[in-house]
């Protein structure tokens, strides 16, 4: 990671900028934190913890980042019959019958006998 920072760096100076390009420089968005494998296995908790509070965390190996630890989005909680205020459904009332076996005239009525 360092030597792409560094490369980016001398193009930017050639450019009229001046130091490293970080991912912080765009705006509104924070620098992502880079850790190395062995240390995102000694703080395994701590990241999770940096995470939870909506944070990126990189994990890289040998200065090459190979994974991005991000939050999960919340589950969204369903409401059983929710459905129901949709127009043609307000009065529609289940019935359990519907799906009891059907019997052996049902089956010869339907023409799967």
């Given at each position: 990671?360092?030597?792409?920072?560094?490369?980016?760096?001398?193009?930017?100076?050639?450019?009229?900028?001046?130091?490293?390009?970080?991912?912080?420089?765009?705006?509104?968005?924070?620098?992502?934190?880079?850790?190395n494998?062995?240390?995102?296995?000694?703080?395994?908790?701590?990241?999770?913890?940096?995470?939870?509070?909506?944070?990126?965390?990189?994990?890289?190996?040998?200065?090459?980042?190979?994974?991005?630890?991000?939050?999960?989005?919340?589950v969204i909680?369903?409401?059983p019959?929710?459905?129901?205020?949709h127009?043609?459904?307000e009065?529609?009332?289940?019935d359990?019958?519907?799906?009891?076996p059907?019997?052996?005239?049902?089956?010869?009525?339907?023409?799967?006998?």
């Amino acid at each position: 990671m360092r030597a792409i920072t560094q490369s980016r760096a001398r193009n930017n100076d050639s450019l009229g900028m001046t130091g490293p390009i970080r991912s912080d420089d765009a705006v509104g968005k924070p620098a992502m934190k880079t850790v190395n494998v062995h240390e995102a296995k000694s703080t395994l908790s701590q990241l999770l913890v940096a995470v939870e509070s909506g944070e990126d965390v990189v994990i890289a190996r040998n200065g090459v980042p190979v994974a991005r630890l991000s939050p999960v989005d919340p589950v969204i909680g369903r409401e059983p019959g929710l459905w129901r205020g949709h127009p043609g459904w307000e009065g529609y009332v289940f019935d359990p019958t519907a799906l009891d076996p059907m019997t052996e005239r049902e089956i010869e009525d339907e023409g799967w006998a």
